[in-house]
């Protein structure tokens, strides 16, 4: 990471959430570099900043999910992801297994929760990069 402070992108579709993350995350001490509501515009913030680890909805706006998305970033940009959804029936836990991800969080969530998912997320990825 460049800075002591983690970098993180929100790609969630509702607002509601995204403001509820964000205040957790900034009270954790992380930086919340913004927040897309779609697989297109979470790739154009990938692409302007400089992101350490994006949460992801699984269902977004547009005809790229969240899962998709996550293959994507960890290919291209190479950083964690965190799932967090509220549907987690068979069929998207199968998918999910399959992706490349470092936590998943079912809504509503535990602040607790999502701060320690990215602090082992940031963890094991950053041990992974120094093997």
Same mark, same amino acid.
């Given at each position: 990471?460049?800075?002591?402070? !983690?970098? @993180?992108?929100?790609?969630?579709?509702?607002?509601?959430? /995204?403001? $509820?993350?964000?205040?957790?995350?900034? !009270?954790?001490?992380?930086?919340? /570099?913004?927040?897309?509501?779609?697989? /297109?515009?979470?790739?154009?913030?990938?692409?302007?900043?400089?992101? $350490?680890?994006? @949460?992801? $909805?699984?269902?977004?706006?547009?005809?790229?999910?969240? @899962?998709?998305?996550? $293959?994507?970033?960890?290919?291209?940009?190479?950083?964690?992801?965190?799932?967090? %959804?509220?549907?987690?029936?068979?069929?998207?836990?199968?998918?999910?297994?399959?992706?490349?991800?470092?936590?998943?969080? /079912?809504?509503?969530?535990?602040?607790? %929760?999502?701060?320690?998912? @990215? *602090?082992?997320?940031?963890?094991?990825?950053?041990?992974?990069? *120094?093997?």
């Amino acid at each position: 990471m460049s800075s002591d402070k !983690a970098r @993180i992108l929100i790609v969630e579709d509702e607002d509601i959430v /995204v403001f $509820d993350i964000e205040l957790i995350l900034e !009270a954790a001490g992380f930086d919340v /570099v913004g927040s897309a509501s779609s697989a /297109v515009k979470a790739i154009q913030k990938l692409n302007e900043e400089q992101i $350490d680890l994006a @949460i992801l $909805d699984i269902r977004l706006e547009g005809k790229i999910d969240g @899962i998709t998305l996550a $293959d994507t970033i960890s290919k291209i940009y190479k950083i964690p992801v965190i799932f967090l %959804t509220a549907f987690s029936c068979k069929k998207i836990l199968d998918r999910a297994k399959i992706s490349t991800h470092y936590g998943f969080l /079912v809504k509503p969530f535990n602040p607790e %929760t999502l701060v320690s998912n @990215i *602090e082992i997320a940031l963890y094991k990825h950053k041990s992974a990069e *120094e093997k």
